[in-house]
């Protein structure tokens, strides 16, 4: 990709960020998305590699615009946040799409690693476009005037929208954090303004990707593809990466802002500062919110690093900031562990719950493995670790068997009282036991005895219902391939129950 085609691209991503304003912020979901997503597949379209799609793509584009209704005549959030994802997904895919690459005749595995690229490409490609619109020599004369500190300043352009959304996301995790923040970013009379730049930035960094690949889909990934130094800009140190300098100022600014969390969390959650003066919320109540956001913020940061790393290769300033973000993100990682197990403490286990926790464990693992691939030089095998560690926490979960453990540790609250502190969920929700399935049966049917009377009949008719429906199963003569160890197990569990 030129400059020439880059001041489009990012004059495109600029645009896009501006409407995104006008439809989304402050606005709820509906009709809005499909507009949006249609807006974007035609964007991406008019800025492809100037070569048509392959005719077996093309349903890439119709699924995104089905897709993209949901919003607009639903409001279940579930539904919405499939749909949602669903448009991303397929979005993402047409920008390969119409930049030249078969997507639909491409194996799994290579879908895959386009995924990745794509998620690479959210966190990089607006950086990518700003180190590479002057390429040509355009800015020079304004480039010459600053000097060395060129690279800075447009390091720090790049860090504004990133520091924005993971600012958001912090702040919408922790009360202490987000009251300082607001307090921090409130200047007289321009608060509106400022909100909706920030918001539209963001909104443009997020749109960048999708179309710099579209644009070219090899361009985003020269500094992967090519570890040779490239002809330096003005300003740029020789022999060094284009976009280097500007990838560290982008995770020194989120050191920062990651170290003032960091502070944060230390005085009031894990030292237990009195809250109810500060941001008028009991410890408990601050405590128990923001470990979904605190999850997110630690993948993304993940992700940043590995497109820092990318673009700026090895480098000694890159290395301590990369280093100083990881302690930062285990330290928010650790605060989203410490909160999701006082919500669970206080409202007992759910199967969305444990996941979040296997994924909390699996980061936790993610984090370590990349202090260490970091430190010695070998990045390259991230993907690798990161493969290998999911294999083990998958394997482990599946063990474990989350249904039957989180019935095992529900029916343990009720049982013992003394696990549920003052203030907690003490009952036992049966509508939610029973649709946990087989697995959690024999735990169920062993302690129904010993349950208070007031659910015990309503778990009664509901396990002699599923025990009819197993019988009803078993005397349609099933094929002895489908032999299941839990569905047998539910079998026996469920014959020892009386029959009124």
Known sequence: MDASIARRALAAALLAGLAAELLFDRVALGINVPIATVGTLVLLSLLGNRRPADPLDWWLAGVAAAASIGPALRTDPSVVALDLWLVAIAVAAWSFA????????????????????????????FAWLLTRVGA????????????????????????????????????????????????????PDVDEALVRAAFALVAAVVIAGPIVIAAGAKGLLDPIADPAPVAPAPGDGVGRR??????????????????AFAVVQVVFLFGGRDTLATVGMTYSDYARQGYFQLVAVVALAGLLLIGAHEIAGRRRDLLWAGLALLVLTGVILASAALRLRLYQHAYGWTELRFFVAASIAWLAVAVGLAIGLLAANRMRWIAHGL?????????????????????????ARVLDPALVPEGGYSGFDVSYAISLGNDAVPQLVAAISALPASVRDDALVALRERRRSLEAEAATGSAWQAWNLSRERAREALGSLPER
């Open 98 to 125: 119409v930049s030249g690459v078969a997507v639909s005749r491409r194996a799994a595995c290579v879908v895959g690693t386009m995924g990745i690229q794509a998620g690479i490409g959210v966190m990089t490609g």
């Open 136 to 187: 040509d020599g355009a800015f020079a004369r304004g480039t010459r005037q600053i000097g060395r500190a060129a690279p800075v300043v447009r390091g720090a352009v790049i860090a504004i929208p990133i520091l924005a959304g993971f600012g958001m996301l912090l702040g919408s995790a922790d009360a202490v954090f987000g009251r300082a923040l607001d307090q921090a970013l409130r200047f």
């Open 242 to 259: 284009s976009g280097a300098t500007e990838a560290v100022v982008v995770l020194v600014a989120v050191d920062v802002l990651f170290a």
């Open 387 to 411: 493969a290998g560690s999911a294999v083990a926490i998958t394997l482990v979960v599946s063990a474990i068997g989350p249904q039957a453990f989180v019935m095992e540790q529900n029916i």
